[in-house]
């Protein structure tokens, strides 16, 4: 019988994974991936736009991104987009699209991210544990008004701890993959 509790802690949970995901597709790791520019967004006529609804954003070699609107006009809004955030990386205009090159990563900066991946990966384990006491508490509430009884309660408390180490080991094996992808040259 799945349990409304476990039910929400478990959509929780995945919602976290998802936000790490998010978190460590902006890291760049001397690769050139689309998803590096998915935070960025173009002045475009007045309206902040996602630079991904202005420009198709391809992979044409392996550090290589190449950006092509669909309007040309935008191309300047774009290209000032792209200096003004955090990237780091100077966009080439041609005048029909821009290319931005990413650097190799040097040994160090390798570290400084990976040490970053672990910071965020501790970050998300916080609000899993977070979640497990928010779902522990719901529980102790249902007990506490007599929906459920104390044996209930108990093997709620170890089904939520269950679901609880599943996230923090997917959260763990997310962010190894992510550092072994940074640490390999």
């Known amino acids: 019988m799945a349990n409304p509790i476990i039910d929400k802690a478990n959509e929780r949970f995945k919602h976290s ?3 790490l995901g998010r978190e460590f597709s902006a890291i760049r790791a001397g690769r050139a991936n689309a998803s590096l520019l998915d935070r ?3 002045d475009y006529y007045g309206a902040p736009t996602p630079l991904n609804q202005l420009a198709s954003i391809t992979v044409p070699e392996a550090r290589v991104l190449l950006i092509s609107p669909f309007d040309k006009s ?3 809004e774009i290209e000032r987009a792209i200096n003004e955030s955090d990237l780091g990386i100077n966009p080439a ?22 040490k ?14 977070n979640i497990r006491r928010d779902a522990m508490d719901d529980a102790k509430k249902q007990e506490k008004n007599k929906e459920i009884t104390e044996d209930e309660l108990k093997s709620l ?12 080991k997917k959260i763990d094996s997310m962010t190894n993959e992510k550092e072994k992808e940074l640490l390999t040259v």
């Open 17 to 19: 994974h998802e936000a």
């Open 74 to 76: 935008s191309i300047k």
């Open 93 to 114: 205009n041609d005048g029909s699209v821009i290319r931005l090159v990413i650097p190799a990563l040097t040994e160090e900066t390798r570290r400084e991210l990976a």
């Open 157 to 168: 408390e170890k089904d939520i701890q269950k679901a609880t180490d599943d996230a923090v």
């Open 116 to 129: 970053e991946v672990k910071k965020l990966g501790e970050n998300a384990k916080v609000a899993i544990r």
């Open 40 to 42: 960025i967004e173009v």
